[in-house]
């Protein structure tokens, strides 16, 4: 992943409060009252602050996972080096003139038919963010949500998208590389 793709993980909303019973404001580490991780799903690396891995709940609603890749397709060109011919991995990714690099991948479930994961990286030095706002589009369509790398949570609106943005390490690199990288080094800032 390029240091300005911004990374976002699509959920579907439905299945968030047919899970949790809600939208939670975040699916960062959340106590509830038993003291148990509600939301944050642990993963391997959940030693270390701030660790989770996207919830899936793919799998409590209805939908085709063929369908949402022929939406994709109207977008951006699949990466045909890495698609796996029984289509239970799909990736798209777009290069144009070595300036724009947005990319989208979806993973199918083998037994279940159902998606397992799905996101995409808008590459944010795109002024128009043309491929952003029609993940945006797609996702008002299918009532989806969009889970950042800190797992911050936002509406498919660019208001919300927006403010993901602006607290982004990617968006803190491209307004001042240099800075970016200090803050990297000196540990005041984490890699996502």
Not at 22 to 36: E, K, L, S, Y
Not at 103 to 114: C, H, P, R
Not at 176 to 181: G, L, V, Y
Request: aromatic share 12%; charged share 30%.
């Amino acid at each position: 992943m390029a240091v300005w793709q911004f990374h976002l993980i699509v959920i579907p909303k439905k299945g968030v409060i047919k899970k949790y019973g809600n939208v939670p404001d975040t699916f960062r580490a959340f106590v509830d009252t038993d003291g148990f991780r509600k939301y944050a799903i642990p993963t391997k690396d959940s030693m270390e602050e701030g660790a989770f891995s996207a919830p899936n709940c793919w799998n409590l609603i209805e939908i085709e996972p063929t369908e949402i890749i022929q939406q994709i397709d109207k977008y951006v060109k699949r990466c045909k080096d890495y698609d796996d011919s029984d289509d239970l991995y799909v990736s798209w990714k777009t290069h144009v003139r070595n300036v724009i690099d947005n990319d989208a991948e979806l993973i199918v479930n083998k037994q279940t038919g159902k998606i397992e994961e799905f996101s995409f990286r808008a590459d944010l030095r795109d002024k128009s963010l043309t491929f952003l706002k029609q993940m945006i589009e797609l996702a008002k369509r299918y009532d989806w949500l969009f889970l950042d790398a800190k797992g911050n949570i936002a509406n498919p609106n660019m208001s919300e998208v927006g403010h993901l943005i602006k607290i982004s390490n990617p968006f803190r690199f491209l307004q001042n590389p240099e800075q970016f990288f200090t803050d990297l080094q000196d540990g005041s800032l984490k890699i996502e």
